[in-house]
């Protein structure tokens, strides 16, 4: 049956849009860096999770991982904004460099770094606050604003931002709890952008939506990344077909040192390459259903 749903899902013979496949994509050239990843390995305790990742994310770009469950996706993630620091076994090893400047330098201030690098989760996960406060949380914290006016102004902008504004404006002091899925994940969007982030990092931001509220979070990432750069990770192929314009796809290969699989970066390309003409035969596999 999960093959089958795979199948459905994933091959371009049986409903994938191949015409809609890289628009995102139609890029002249590259962007500026802004991470450059070079033989990325992560640890938790002796298991190696993620072994010799190199890939590049370009500015103003929507860069996707796809891959199965347990391939190091996340993981990966993750590191962009050092959330792993957070896992007492985890140990990160390689080269992270954001605009130039290793992230995992002692010297680097992880706070700071999590400020530029915002993240949304697989689950919205609004704070037991209203929505004014959900947004002006962050703003508060780093000082951003210094008069109320000015939080006002920072709280309404990143509500439009989040397509968000018209359908919460008269509602401000409202618990942020009693929206609907869709609507606490774009504040969730909203809350991320107020402290004027250079990157948005998803994981899996739509898993829990139902396909109207998909929709929307995705054109809300279109509508933005002029402004962001995004990196998101999905195990929706169509989701990554339709939005992003580089895909990263990892597997999971065997240890023979632990019996354990960890996460192996197979191929990254522009998003149009790898679903219409991938080089590696295991990407082919998967994202035409064969496996995953």
Not at 255 to 272: A, I, K, Q
Request: hydrophobic share 40%.
């Amino acid at each position: 049956m999960a093959t089958e749903m795979a199948e459905q899902e994933a091959s371009p013979r049986l409903g994938l849009d191949m015409d809609r496949i890289g628009q995102a994509a139609a890029l002249d050239a590259d962007g500026d860096p802004v991470f450059e990843v070079e033989d990325l390995n992560v640890f938790y305790g002796d298991f190696l999770a993620v072994q010799g990742a190199t890939f590049t994310v370009y500015e103003h770009e929507i860069t996707a991982m796809i891959g199965p469950s347990g391939c190091g996706k996340t993981t990966v993630l993750r590191c962009f904004n050092r959330m792993n620091d957070l896992i007492p076994i985890a140990r990160v090893e390689g080269r992270v460099d954001f605009r130039n400047v290793s992230i995992y330098d002692p010297r680097v201030d992880p706070v700071e770094v999590r400020r530029r690098i915002g993240m949304v989760f697989q689950k919205p996960n609004p704070f037991p606050k209203s929505i004014y406060d959900n947004i002006a949380f962050g703003p508060r914290v780093t000082g951003m604003a210094k008069k109320k006016s000015e939080l006002d102004d920072i709280v309404e902008r990143s509500l439009r931002r989040a397509a968000l504004w018209d359908e919460v404006q008269d509602r401000l002091k409202d618990s942020a709890l009693g929206l609907s899925g869709g609507q606490q994940q774009r504040l969730c969007i909203a809350r991320a952008i107020a402290v004027d982030p250079d990157v948005l990092l998803m994981d899996e931001p739509c898993s829990a939506l139902d396909p109207i509220a998909t929709a929307r979070i995705e054109d809300l990432m279109h509508e933005i990344k002029n402004d962001y750069t995004i990196v998101i990770v999905t195990h929706n192929m169509q989701q990554a077909a339709r939005i992003s314009n580089r895909t990263a796809f990892f597997t999971a290969q065997l240890d023979s040192t632990s019996d354990r699989r960890c996460g192996l970066l197979v191929e990254y390309d522009r998003t149009e390459t790898i679903f219409s003409n991938p080089s590696d035969e295991r990407t082919e596999n998967y994202v035409t259903g064969r496996f995953g």
